[in-house]
């Protein structure tokens, strides 16, 4: 009975939705997210003949093709087919990994990370508001968040999986092993692509006022796409703005940064995917219980306090001296980057109507990626003079973080009588 017990807790915490159509999403989320080449791949652009700021222009191209691509994309999943867009999403990732696989230049390069930027812009807020559909079908809604924090769970194992088999390659067969760790990246984008078409149709049910407002002959484009009405909750929108922007851990800039400052830390190249791949099952594992977390203590206390002790790591992992106090501190500081989206992602679907979940998630995102482009251009150029200072400059926005986070209050959804 003891083992029976046992295997079922395991069951529980693994599937927490078994096998249903969420659960299936999760599963192509992951496959979908098995970078293998990412601990490395900036050591890989640098072989290609690229420095820290031509490596931080291709994320921030990406970013900038996004910006373009944000809101159309959230208007057209949420009037036409969230998963048509999410399919479309795939095969764009696809295109840009086999380009990166054939790249030799920075155009190359720059051709991929633009591709990337729109494939992301496509999923941006269309996977939440799809999963989301997906639950609602179920009569499950009011496990969002633990859906949520289960994504994020299966992004973490994912990034554990591929970087921890990334690791064993590059070891066994050193950096020329690169090109077989990309196509093996592609190999598993396809097969997401091919699992996406397991996934049901959503069935848009409009409500009698929506589809009213539909048909009204007299109505703006404006008004038919939903800008009209999400303009009624506008200042609730600037205020989630302000924080999706004002958050940001900078993430993508610490996967870029690490790899050539563990390798001046005396670190070993072929740890630096076992390393990343630790810091991201931390993070799902500590992503897997946000909801709890949040039902405890609130939003507002678990994010001020998340973004408080990233803070602090940055701080000390720029005064790292050794190889051994920079894997430390790097994993102290990956264990807590997702919270954020989740948390502020969960709150913001609590308050906006559910058929502009995709719209308003996408307006969000946009900007939030203008701030990241900018920042992470002035971060890397601070990386050329001294990557310590640049971890410095992440502290000290993620402290501002911190104080945002007390001072200013998070919109409440309003509850209905």
Same mark, same amino acid.
């Given at each position: 009975?003891g083992?029976?017990?046992?295997?079922?807790?395991?069951?529980?915490?693994?599937?927490?939705?078994?096998?249903?159509?969420?659960?299936?999403l999760?599963?192509?989320?992951l496959?979908?997210?098995?970078?293998?080449?990412?601990?490395?791949?900036?050591?890989?652009?640098?072989?290609?003949?690229?420095?820290?700021?031509?490596?931080?222009?291709?994320?921030?191209l990406l970013?900038?093709?996004n910006?373009?691509f944000?809101?159309?994309?959230?208007?057209?999943?949420?009037?036409?087919?969230?998963?048509?867009?999410?399919?479309?999403?795939?095969?764009?990732?696809?295109?840009?990994?086999?380009?990166?696989l054939q790249?030799?230049? #920075?155009?190359h @390069?720059?051709?991929? =990370?633009? !591709?990337? %930027? +729109?494939?992301?812009?496509?999923?941006?807020?269309c /996977?939440? *508001?799809?999963?989301?559909?997906?639950?609602?079908?179920?009569?499950?809604?009011?496990r969002y968040?633990?859906?949520?924090?289960?994504?994020?769970?299966?992004?973490?194992?994912?990034? #554990?999986?591929? @970087?921890?088999?990334? =690791?064993? !390659?590059? %070891? +066994?067969?050193g950096?020329?092993?690169?090109?077989? /760790?990309i *196509?093996?990246?592609?190999?598993?984008?396809?097969?997401?692509?091919?699992?996406?078409?397991?996934?049901?149709?959503?069935?848009?049910?409009l409500?009698?006022?929506?589809?009213t407002?539909?048909?009204?002959?007299?109505?703006?484009?404006?008004?038919?796409?939903?800008?009209?009405?999400?303009?009624?909750?506008?200042?609730?929108?600037?205020?989630?703005?302000?924080?999706?922007?004002?958050?940001?851990?900078?993430?993508?800039?610490?996967?870029?940064?690490i790899?050539?400052?563990?390798?001046?830390?005396g670190?070993?190249?072929?740890?630096?995917?076992?390393?990343?791949?630790?810091?991201?099952?931390?993070?799902?594992?500590v992503?897997?219980?946000v909801?709890?977390?949040?039902?405890?203590?609130g939003?507002a206390?678990?994010?001020?306090?998340?973004f408080?002790?990233?803070?602090?790591?940055?701080?000390?992992?720029?005064?790292?001296?050794?190889?051994?106090?920079?894997?430390?501190?790097?994993?102290?500081?990956?264990?807590?980057?997702?919270?954020?989206?989740?948390?502020?992602?969960?709150?913001?679907?609590?308050?906006?109507?559910?058929?502009?979940?995709?719209?308003?998630?996408?307006?969000?995102?946009?900007?939030?990626?203008?701030?990241?482009?900018?920042?992470m251009?002035?971060?890397?150029?601070?990386a050329?003079?001294?990557?310590?200072?640049?971890f410095?400059?992440?502290?000290?926005?993620?402290?501002?973080a911190?104080?945002?986070?007390?001072?200013?209050?998070?919109?409440?959804?309003?509850?209905?009588?």
């Amino acid at each position: 009975m003891g083992e029976i017990r046992i295997l079922s807790q395991i069951h529980q915490y693994l599937l927490p939705f078994g096998f249903s159509a969420p659960a299936r999403l999760a599963l192509l989320l992951l496959f979908s997210n098995l970078y293998f080449y990412l601990p490395f791949y900036v050591l890989y652009l640098q072989d290609k003949g690229l420095n820290l700021v031509q490596i931080s222009e291709l994320s921030i191209l990406l970013l900038l093709s996004n910006l373009l691509f944000e809101i159309p994309g959230g208007l057209l999943a949420d009037h036409l087919s969230k998963k048509k867009i999410l399919v479309i999403g795939l095969l764009l990732q696809l295109l840009g990994e086999i380009i990166f696989l054939q790249g030799t230049q #920075f155009f190359h @390069f720059a051709l991929a =990370s633009f !591709i990337g %930027g +729109i494939h992301c812009a496509l999923h941006s807020g269309c /996977l939440e *508001a799809y999963l989301h559909e997906l639950l609602d079908r179920q009569k499950k809604s009011e496990r969002y968040s633990e859906a949520l924090g289960y994504f994020g769970f299966a992004k973490s194992t994912a990034n #554990f999986i591929a @970087f921890l088999g990334g =690791s064993l !390659i590059v %070891g +066994i067969w050193g950096p020329e092993s690169f090109y077989i /760790l990309i *196509a093996l990246t592609i190999f598993c984008v396809g097969l997401a692509l091919l699992g996406m078409f397991s996934l049901p149709w959503e069935s848009i049910q409009l409500e009698e006022g929506e589809e009213t407002h539909r048909r009204a002959s007299n109505f703006t484009w404006l008004d038919r796409i939903g800008f009209s009405e999400i303009s009624s909750l506008s200042g609730t929108l600037i205020v989630m703005i302000l924080l999706f922007c004002a958050t940001q851990p900078f993430a993508d800039s610490l996967l870029i940064m690490i790899q050539p400052f563990f390798e001046e830390r005396g670190g070993e190249v072929a740890l630096l995917g076992l390393l990343t791949a630790t810091g991201m099952a931390i993070e799902g594992l500590v992503l897997k219980q946000v909801h709890v977390l949040q039902n405890r203590f609130g939003v507002a206390r678990i994010l001020a306090g998340t973004f408080l002790f990233l803070g602090v790591g940055y701080v000390l992992l720029s005064w790292s001296v050794n190889a051994w106090m920079v894997a430390f501190f790097f994993l102290w500081i990956r264990s807590v980057v997702g919270v954020k989206q989740v948390l502020l992602t969960d709150q913001t679907l609590k308050i906006f109507p559910v058929h502009r979940h995709a719209t308003v998630l996408s307006i969000m995102n946009l900007g939030s990626r203008l701030y990241v482009a900018s920042g992470m251009w002035g971060i890397a150029l601070v990386a050329e003079y001294s990557i310590p200072w640049a971890f410095m400059s992440l502290a000290g926005i993620l402290l501002v973080a911190t104080l945002l986070m007390i001072v200013i209050k998070i919109p409440q959804p309003i509850s209905s009588p």
